[in-house]
C-alpha cells in the first residue's frame, strides 16, 4: 500500500509518500517548505498562505521523487491536529481535493501520535517506547498503556523550542534559534543558576526565559547564558521522561521533534537510558521533525486497522490531545 501524507500543523508544509514494507516504514519521498517569519514568531494566517502557494508543486515534487504515479497512490492522510487553524485548514483542504480527485480514501491523524509512530515504524529494535516530544510549540512525554497513547507529562505553558527561539529572538539571532544556542551553549564555562520548574510531572519553561533573558541584560556571557538554559531545561526534560519510564516500565526511549537534533539532549537521554538499562533511539532528521512521510505512515497503521474517515469528519482540531485517539493499531 502506498500512503501520501500531507503536514501543516505550524511552520512546515510537508508531503511525504511511504510504502509499508512488512510492517516497517519505506519512505519513498519526503519534502518539506518552511516558513520563515521576517520579523517575530510565527504568524498564523502568513504561514498559512506560505503553505497555499507551496503545496501544489510540493505535491507534484513530491510524488515524481517517490518514483510513483498519481493514480498509484492508496491512500491520503493528513494532519488533523493539533496545530494552528489557517494552517491546518490549507492542509485539510489540500488533502481533501486531492483525496477527491484521485477517489482514494482520506484519514486526519494525530500529529504528535505520528510523531511516535515514525520512531517505531521507521527505527530498527524501536517497538514499545517512551516518546520526548520536544518541538517548537509542543512538549510531551508519551508512552502507550491500555489502548492509548498518554501524556505523562507535558510543558504548563510554551513548548522547549519555543522558549528556545524567544529567548534567541531577543538577541537577534534569526528563526529557528535551537541550533544556534546550541552553538554558543557549546563554548559556555559557567553554570548560572535557573529556576528548574517541575511540577508534578509537568514543566513550565517561561520563568526560566525571564530568567535567563535578565542574566543576558546584566552582561553575563551568552555562551554561559545558552549553556545554562540548555543545561537546566533539557535535565528538567530528561527528568520527566526517565520518571515515565519508571512508572510504565518501559525500556526504551525515543526522541521526536525538532529541538531532537540537539547533541547535548540527546547526550542527556541517552545517559539516562544507559544508566537504567533501556535502548535510546532518535529517528533520522527527516522523519524527526515536522513531515509528510511520518502522516502518511499514521494514516496507513490506521487504514490497516479499519479506520475510516468520512469527508464530513475530516474537520481540523487545533486542540486535538494525544490521548483522544484510539489506538486501534496495537495490542
Ligand atoms: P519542530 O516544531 O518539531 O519542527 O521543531 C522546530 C524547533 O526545533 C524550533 O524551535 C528550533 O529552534 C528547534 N531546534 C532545531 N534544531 C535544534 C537544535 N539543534 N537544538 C535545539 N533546538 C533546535
Ligand atoms: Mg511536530
Known amino acids: 500500500m502506498i500512503c501520501l501524507g500531507i503536514e501543516g500543523t505550524a511552520h512546515s508544509i510537508g508531503v511525504g509518500v511511504i510504502k509499508n514494507v512488512k510492517g516497517a516504514c519505506q519512505v519513498l519521498s519526503n519534502r518539506i517548505k518552511t516558513y520563515q517569519p521576517e520579523k517575530g514568531g510565527i504568524h498564523p494566517r502568513e504561514a498559512a498562505n506560505h503553505h497555499a502557494l507551496h503545496i501544489a508543486s510540493l505535491l507534484s515534487d513530491s510524488v515524481q521523487a517517490a518514483g510513483v504515479d498519481f493514480a498509484e497512490i492508496d491512500l491520503v492522510s493528513f494532519s488533523q491536529g493539533p496545530g494552528l487553524g489557517p494552517c491546518l485548514r490549507t492542509a485539510a483542504t489540500a488533502a481533501r481535493a486531492l483525496a477527491l480527485s484521485l477517489e482514494k480514501p482520506l484519514i486526519g491523524v494525530n500529529h504528535c ?66 541550533p544556534k544556542i546550541e552553538e554558543f551553549a557549546a563554548k559556555g564555562t559557567e553554570y ?113 486497522s479499519g479506520v475510516r474517515m468520512k469527508l464530513e469528519d475530516s474537520l481540523i482540531n487545533q486542540r486535538f490531545r494525544t490521548d483522544m485517539v484510539e489506538v486501534c493499531w496495537r495490542d
Open 192 to 304: 548560572l543558576a535557573l529556576p528548574y520548574s517541575i511540577k508534578g510531572m509537568d514543566l513550565a519553561f517561561s520563568g526560566i526565559l525571564t530568567a535567563a533573558e535578565a542574566y543576558v541584560q546584566q552582561g553575563k556571557r551568552l555562551e554561559d547564558v545558552c549553556y545554562s538554559l540548555q543545561e537546566t531545561t533539557f535535565a528538567m526534560l530528561t527528568e520527566v521522561t526517565e520518571r515515565a519510564m519508571a512508572h510504565t516500565e518501559k525500556q526504551e526511549v525515543l526522541l521526536g521533534g525538532g529541538v531532537a537534533s540537539n547533541k547535548r539532549l540527546r547526550e542527556m537521554v541517552q545517559t539516562m537510558a544507559k544508566d537504567r538499562g533501556a535502548r535510546f533511539f532518535v529517528p533520522s532528521r527527516d522523519v524527526c521533525v515536522d513531515n509528510g512521510a511520518m502522516i502518511a505512515w499514521l494514516g496507513f497503521l490506521m487504514y490497516q
Open 113 to 178: 501520535v505520528a510523531h511516535l509512530e515514525i520512531g517505531r515504524g521507521t527505527v530498527k529494535g524501536c517497538k514499545d517506547p517512551v516518546l520526548l516530544y520536544v518541538s517548537g510549540a509542543n512538549t510531551q512525554v508519551i508512552a502507550f498503556a491500555e489502548g492509548k497513547y498518554r501524556v505523562f507529562g507535558e510543558t504548563l505553558d510554551v513548548g522547549i523550542g519555543n522558549c528556545l527561539d524567544k529567548f534567541g529572538r531577543e538577541l537577534g539571532l534569526g528563526f529557528p534559534c535551537g
